[in-house]
Nanobody, 123 residues
Framework: QVYLVESGGGLVQAGGSLRLSCAAS????????MGWFRQAPGKEREFVGA???????YYANSVKGRFTISRDNAANTCSLQMNSLKPDDTAVYYC?????????????????WGQGTQVTVSS
């Protein structure tokens, strides 16, 4: 059974930082691309960023330069460092794992999903 568990969400003021973590189990973590998505109230889930098994990183334009994704294959964890947060970043953040050749920004690329963690950025 594959489990992805996000942590680190919370309430932060605009301009602040948060670090989200995703702990994975039940899969050969190092062989998976890890993605981060978010869903704001009333909106569709959207791509935030991803890190491939080789360590390559990809970001949505809306977060490029503010968010950084990293992974620790020894610990089976993936992290999302979020700086210069804006109220528009408020959403539930999900981590996901996948091994397809589809674009990393596509939800269909990911076979496994976490339950999400809430991030709220106040103005």
């Amino acid at each position: 059974q594959v489990y992805l568990v996000e942590s680190g969400g919370g309430l932060v003021q605009a301009g602040g930082s948060l670090r989200l973590s995703c702990a994975a189990s039940g899969l050969t973590f190092s062989t998976y691309t890890m993605g981060w998505f978010r869903q704001a109230p009333g909106k569709e889930r959207e791509f935030v960023g991803a890190i491939s098994s080789a360590g390559g990183t990809y970001y949505a334009n809306s977060v490029k330069g503010r968010f950084t994704i990293s992974r620790d294959n020894a610990a089976n964890t993936c992290s999302l460092q979020m700086n210069s947060l804006k109220p528009d970043d408020t959403a539930v953040y999900y981590c996901a794992a996948g091994r397809t050749m589809m674009p990393v920004s596509t939800m269909a690329s990911y076979a496994y999903w976490g339950q999400g963690t809430q991030v709220t950025v106040s103005s």
